[in-house]
């Protein structure tokens, strides 16, 4: 059976002592060894049967990167119910969404983070959704004392989360939180192990076309995937995964998982504050890094106004979202680390692709990959009517297998799927004779210049090729004649070319077709903080860029 909790389990037995997450407290970072995190997770699971939460139930973790949110996971997953995981970041209007398709019976709050009225916003988002308040369970965080409950009921009740009793007790129902005891065989008391086949954790995707929808999976597509992950990332015992996505997202989500399913340990960052970030990892020598190149960049910057050492650190996945990942992965080569780009959605699972080591460089830091196990099935189609179309052209990329979403929660896109069952992402990729993706970008976002489809990546990685260019990124502007290619660039240091330069230096080695008709000097690129990263926001630029055009028409 492919299940979390006899993930857990089997972990405890093998060592119960070992180290499962490090906890950043006041002082430092806090260990939880994997018999701790049992007991919380056994104490969560008790609070929800006591809340009436069972099969087919959804809780609502709304937690930053502490090891509680492992623990409910956990958690909820042995009451046989999934979580959906709420960035601490979210709104009124974001949070009544998820309230509103999810309807979750619980809702798991970290109670005074970050100085942020979490409470607060729920309660709004309740009054706005017209949605019955949830049970609140106020959860304070590492190495501080328990909240006042009352406090955070919305008028569905509230209660926090009560330790088991001791082991002479409780009749062995279970490990106590620092027993370092073995644990024994599945006791049978609450909910016996699953099947695997309940849904376990749904995902925000990305609201690209609207409001986000929630994306759910199967408990043992989470369980197989975690430890196909772990094998392909090289994760082990001994090994620390630096943890900054948050474990709410799906990137975040999967790296964690991956390093538990591995026997390694989290280093958990709930506030990303890039100097601390690096400070820790070399402090808790940190082997592994998953994330966007925005984050890894701003890692890098911290570095290099403080430079330390980082010599445990050897595999870094990357997810290029700016254009820094060729970047970042040569300063991870000073320490003798790997990088490789990956691939993944809220629909697929994060780190559904990615590349091995022995893949040439600058193939290996591209978005993409090699499936990471062999029911993940891939193919490139034609997006008009599904037929596949040959190893080097370009195609939506298309998934099959058990990591490919089983629900939505709330309802679902009805054309999610071809008729042959395949899940299309959205995505222009090219599949080569190996088996390799080659991520080109979202099927939006391609450019038709001169009749021929033209993917931005093409001419950003020509400009940032360039000695005085920092960032890069082309859209579409309609003009009378069809779309031309417009350009906004962020230059190293102010001055350091200018957009004639620059369109000289892409004419060089692209086909005049394909050289920007403008390019626009600007200060910094316009960007959204979303679960798994910042991302340039395409549509202020091609809002832009219709606005220049009109400009110079007057």
Not at 153 to 159: E, I, S, V, Y
Not at 332 to 350: D, H, L, N, Q, R
Request: net charge negative.
């Amino acid at each position: 059976m492919s299940t979390l909790r006899r993930l857990l389990n089997d972990l405890v037995e093998a060592d119960p002592d070992a180290p499962i997450a490090l906890d950043r407290v006041e002082d430092g970072f806090r260990a939880v060894s994997r018999a701790q995190l049992h007991a919380r997770a056994r104490a969560v699971q008790a609070r929800l049967a006591a809340a009436g939460v069972g099969p087919g139930d959804c809780v609502a973790v709304w937690l930053p990167n502490w090891s509680d949110a492992l623990s409910w996971q956990f958690g909820a997953a042995a009451r046989g119910a999934h979580v959906i995981g709420l960035n601490t970041r979210y709104n009124v209007e974001e949070v009544g969404h998820v309230l509103n398709r999810a309807r979750p019976r619980v809702v798991a709050v970290a109670a005074g983070f970050h100085g942020l009225d979490l409470i607060g916003v729920l309660g709004e988002a309740v009054r706005t959704a017209q949605v019955p308040a949830p049970f609140v369970v106020p959860v304070s965080g590492p190495g501080k004392s328990e909240p006042d409950a009352g406090a955070f009921d919305l008028g569905g009740g509230a209660a926090v989360v009560a330790p088991l009793a001791q082991p002479a007790e409780r009749d062995g129902t279970g490990l106590a939180e620092g027993d370092g005891a073995v644990l024994a065989e599945r006791d049978g008391q609450e909910s016996a192990d699953r099947d695997g086949s309940d849904l376990a954790v749904a995902f925000t995707t990305s609201g690209s076309t609207g409001l986000p929808k929630l994306a759910a999976h199967r408990e043992d597509a989470v369980v197989a995937h975690a430890r196909a992950d772990a094998a392909a990332l090289g994760l082990g015992e001994g090994d620390v995964a630096a943890c900054v996505l948050p474990l709410s997202g799906v990137f975040g989500f999967c790296a964690a998982l991956a390093a538990v399913a591995g026997g390694a340990a989290c280093l958990l960052e709930p506030v990303f504050d890039p100097a601390a970030t690096v400070a820790a990892m070399a402090e808790q020598r940190a082997t592994h890094l998953v994330g966007g190149d925005d984050m890894a960049g701003r890692l890098l910057d911290a570095w290099r106004e403080r430079p330390v050492e980082l010599p445990a650190l050897r595999w870094l996945g990357l997810a290029d979202f700016l254009g820094r990942s060729a970047e970042v992965a040569a300063w991870a080569a000073e320490f003798g680390a790997s990088t490789t780009g990956v691939y993944g959605s809220s629909e697929v699972f994060a780190l559904a692709l990615l590349w091995p080591e022995s893949t040439p460089v600058p193939r290996r830091w591209s978005g993409g990959g090699l499936p990471v196990s062999p029911q993940i099935r891939v193919r490139t189609a034609d997006p008009h009517d599904d037929r596949p179309v040959a190893d080097g052209e370009q195609g939506e990329l298309q998934f099959a297998g058990p990591t490919v979403v089983d629900a939505y929660l709330g309802g679902g896109d009805a054309g999610a799927r071809t008729a042959d069952g395949w899940f299309r992402t959205g995505d222009l990729a090219v599949r080569s004779e190996d088996g390799g993706i080659e991520y080109v970008c979202r099927m939006g976002d391609v450019l038709r210049l001169s009749g021929f489809l033209v993917a931005p990546a093409e001419i950003e990685h020509r400009l940032a090729a360039h000695e005085a260019v920092s960032t890069a990124k082309v859209v579409g502007a309609r003009t009378g004649n069809g779309v031309r290619a417009v350009a906004f660039v962020v230059l190293t240091e102010p001055a350091a070319a200018t957009p004639a330069e620059l369109r000289e230096w892409c004419s060089a080695t692209l086909a005049k077709f394909k050289v920007p008709a403008r390019v626009h000097i600007i200060d910094e690129m316009p960007t959204t903080s979303g679960t798994n990263g910042a991302k340039i926001r395409a549509a202020q630029l091609r809002e832009w860029a219709e606005n220049y055009q009109e400009d110079a028409d007057g």
